[in-house]
């Protein structure tokens, strides 16, 4: 397994030696455009089954209302009131450097994009600069009426395969393990937290601020 021998940095080489191959042997995997995703496989293939299915299980059986209470706790803005009501209407949701300390609403910018599914994806590329973190493209009529979701990395697409708000998080955080990038200074705890609390990834390992621990403490000794 390619993550044993050479841990989660894994060589351009290796991987464009095994992204030749794949290709090979799966000539739709060339079309950036292609229904046929692999970024949940690959990140299987990397920590397993169990480890794969446990955001969403997790979210669906019990983070999900504790992450809502704490979330409840928190100072009220328009903003913030506006995810909360959000989320509770669709039934789903969104050498380390210390984190920036930035909105709400830039946050949720470095997180996810909107785009009219009318206009070309080329359009966005060109208007936007090539990010090296991975983020959300939500693509339909309306910000309400989002029918798919793109990753975006470095000015390329990738088709996300769940239609949910929640399973293409779930993908996003994924391709930072699958493509080797590390993750965005103003997203860190975030991705740190679902690293270490949600999937039980290098939790011994992983450097963590003392806030990430402290959600962590209160969130897993709510009943």
Known sequence: MIYEK?????????KEFHALGIVSLFP???????????????????????VASRFLEKWKNGFKAKVIQEARNLKETALLKQHLKAVLKEGSAAGRKRPK??????????????????QSLDD???TTEGNPQPYLLAS?????QVS??????????????????????????????VFSVKYDDALSSLYTFLQTTVYNIDISTTEETPRVKELRARLLNKH
Do not use: N, W
């Open 148 to 177: 798919t979701f793109y990753i975006v990395l470095d000015r390329k697409v990738l088709p996300c395969q769940s239609c949910t708000s929640l399973g293409a998080f779930d993908e996003l955080f994924k391709s930072h393990f």
């Open 28 to 50: 739709s995997l060339k079309d950036p455009y292609s229904k046929k995703g692999y970024i949940l496989q690959d990140f299987s293939l990397m920590f397993g089954a169990e």
């Open 101 to 118: 300390k930035i909105s709400v609403g830039e946050a949720t910018d470095h997180l996810v994009k909107f785009h009219k599914s009318c």
């Open 140 to 144: 339909g009529t309306s910000k309400a």
């Open 124 to 126: 966005h590329l060109l």
């Open 6 to 14: 050479e841990g989660r940095a894994v060589s351009k080489a290796t």
